[in-house]
């Protein structure tokens, strides 16, 4: 694994000297999540602070018949104030193929991509390589709209079975521009997949069920809380309305609402942030 990442960011240093047409962007984002426990019962629902960074570096190749190769290379950190043990550090790349059916702004778009990424999590079993593949239609219509709908199948291999998930997700999204400064976004997610949930022992009904249990000690309680994974349906909505405050760096405003089902149980998650978005 740290063999996976020391050749990716030797990677991007080679890469981003050899090319001078790589650009980079970063985004840093303090949030608020009421439901970090996805729990179902009131008295297993904690809440928590975020803070989260990630850098990109990227680069697109143009070619004949309206085509290009984009390609990342990213590193993500996340941190938890209060349970520390979720704290992470993510690092990937992502290759991405576009196609525009046809000549103008208008025309529509066809992008498929695929991606990896290693993740190492202070609490080791929370570690692993993941890697997503999707599909895209994308379209401008005149100069203050622009939308998309995909779909995406995402898989995380980690070292302890309980935090492994598959999932499926299809998506639609809308960004409008409001002026000179102000753009917001709007998305629908629908996903399809595995979940972790956290709760209170004993729980003779999850045994009974046969679930994969497995105690952990994140969130400081009294007693070690019981980790189980199970499918379950999840949509989803979110907004985000962003400020440009330069050429270079916008202020955004993030809020986002989860409802998550699997027969009877079901839980919801709310988040709320705000972040700071800048190229360089």
């Known amino acids: 694994m740290m063999r996976l990442l020391l050749l990716l960011w030797c990677g991007l240093a080679w890469s981003t000297t050899a090319h001078a047409d790589w650009t980079w962007r970063g985004r840093t984002q303090a949030s608020w999540q009421d439901n970090v426990t996805n729990a179902d019962r009131p008295s297993d629902r904690l809440s928590s602070w975020q803070w989260e960074t990630d850098v990109v570096a990227a680069q697109r190749h143009h070619f004949r018949g309206n085509q290009s190769l984009a390609t990342e290379l990213h590193a993500t950190l996340s941190l938890w104030p209060e349970f520390n043990g979720l704290d992470r550090l993510a690092t990937g790349a992502t290759i991405a193929w576009s196609h525009k059916l046809g000549l103008g702004p208008d025309a529509w778009v066809i992008r498929a991509a695929a991606s990896g990424e290693w993740v190492h999590a202070r609490e080791a079993t929370r570690s692993g390589l993941g890697g ?118 916008a202020l955004f405003f993030h809020a986002e609402y989860r409802d998550t089902t699997h027969g009877a149980l079901r839980y919801s998650n709310h988040r709320t942030g705000l972040g700071l978005a800048t190229r360089f």
Do not use: C, M
């Not at 994308?138 to 995380?156: I, N």
């Not at 004993?202 to 070690?224: C, E, H, I, M, Y």
């Open 132 to 249: 997503r593949s999707g599909f895209e239609l994308q379209r401008h219509w005149g100069a203050t709209a622009h939308f998309t709908l995909g779909g995406e199948v995402v898989r995380f291999n980690a070292r302890g079975r309980a935090f492994d998930h598959t999932g499926r997700e299809v998506y639609g999204r809308v960004r409008l521009q409001h002026g000179a400064y102000w753009h917001s976004l709007i998305e629908l997610r629908y996903r399809h997949g595995d979940v972790v949930s956290y709760t209170t022992p004993p729980r003779p009904d999850l045994v009974q069920a046969g679930k994969s249990l497995t105690l952990v000690d994140t969130f400081r309680r009294d007693v070690p809380l019981l980790a189980y994974y199970f499918p379950a349906n999840t949509p989803s909505a979110a907004w985000t309305l962003t400020r440009q405050l330069t050429t270079q760096t």
